[in-house]
């Protein structure tokens, strides 16, 4: 991990949103402190002392039954007043219900936070099949997933090489994460204006998204949607990539109008 020590503290302070990052994408289930270690790669003993401290404050919770941790009260109340600034998901849940409706599938609300998207809004459509590869409060690289991709694929050229030389998708996620299959994916995505991801990540499920502009023309968020593979045909996804860039136009420009723009 690359904990800057530019000050007094940030070391810890690094730690403790790592640990928080750690537990939000758990939730609502929780997760143990061995799970958390892993993700962080931090010790046990300190995942554990970091924990204790951020429940003692009231930002993190304990399960004593089922040996989990949870976010806890003071991250909610926090939350909620950040919500003012940043939520836009009042505004896009009209576009991720109406593209669920239209199409049958699951439909999402993701948005870019650093180098990676966090969901923020799903919709469920009429289809019985589902896809749960993607849930409200997942997070993914960018690049991974059809939204990380939508959004890395509109990104100034420099930023994704800068992305690109210094993140190991491979490692994780597979061969296809590699930089040049990349390359050539995010070239794709540019040219016919929405991602795709063919069962990259899980076997079956696939995933269309379309990256949402804030106010400085940047990619900010994305529309998705995901579902089985033989929902994806060659024959639907034209169809289905129109209805995600319209939505995705609609809603960047009610964004625009609104001057609305996310913590990156």
């Known amino acids: 991990m690359d904990m800057s020590s530019s000050f007094p503290g940030a070391q810890v302070v690094g730690r403790m949103a790592a640990v ?33 401290a951020l429940t003692a404050e009231g930002f993190c919770d304990h399960d004593n039954r089922e040996g989990l941790w949870l976010l806890g009260p003071e991250m909610y109340l926090m939350g909620t007043v950040a919500a003012e600034r940043y939520d836009i998901t ?17 439909a999402f609300l993701s948005v870019r936070r650093g180098d990676e998207t966090v969901c923020l809004l799903r919709a469920d459509g009429a289809f019985p099949i589902r896809s749960f ?21 509109f990104l100034p050229e420099k930023a994704i090489e800068r992305y690109l030389e210094g ?18 994916r995010i070239a794709e995505t540019r040219a016919r204006g929405w991602a795709e991801n063919p069962a ?20 900010a968020w994305a529309l998705s949607l995901t579902g089985v593979e033989s929902r994806f ?7 289905m ?24």
């Open 133 to 153: 590869v993607l849930y409200e409060g997942k997070r993914f690289p960018l690049g991974v997933a059809s939204a990380g991709l939508a959004i890395l694929s």
């Open 241 to 264: 990539g129109r209805l995600l860039m319209h939505h995705a136009h609609e809603l960047s420009k009610r964004l625009r109008n609104d001057q609305v723009s996310p913590a990156r």
């Open 233 to 239: 045909s060659p024959e639907r996804r034209p169809e």
């Open 90 to 106: 009042e505004i896009a849940r009209d576009h991720v219900a109406a593209l669920a409706d239209a199409t049958g599938e699951s």
């Open 167 to 184: 993140r190991d998708l491979a490692a994780e996620h597979g061969s296809d994460h590699a930089p040049d299959p990349l390359r050539r």
């Open 200 to 219: 990259l990540i899980v076997e079956g499920s696939w995933g269309m998204g379309a990256a949402v502009f804030d106010a400085a023309g940047q990619p």
């Open 20 to 52: 928080l990052r750690a537990v939000s994408t758990a939730m609502p289930r929780g997760i143990s402190t061995a799970e958390v270690a892993r993700g962080t790669g931090l010790a046990r003993p300190t995942v554990h002392r970091l924990l204790a």
